[in-house]
């Protein structure tokens, strides 16, 4: 498992294989950063597509729907 973060990317996704937890950091080089909206206008249009989904059970929240 990668452990080194990357200080340039901080991250609250916890559920993402590449991020630390125990630091709000990426541990990836670069990201790539995209949008499921035609005409975004807040941030919460953007999403990070180099996330994957951590494979462990600990997390038991029911997770993303989309
Ligand atoms: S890949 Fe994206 S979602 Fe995952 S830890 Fe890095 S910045 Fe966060």
Do not use: W
């Amino acid at each position: 498992m990668e452990t080194r973060k990357n200080p340039c990317i901080n991250c609250t996704v916890s559920q993402c294989q590449h991020n630390m937890v125990s630091e709000n950091y990426c541990v990836l080089d670069s990201i790539q950063v995209g949008t499921h909206e035609k005409n975004p206008t807040v941030p919460e249009c953007t999403d990070c597509k180099s996330f994957v989904k951590r494979s462990c059970a600990c997390d038991t929240s029911d997770g993303c729907k989309f």
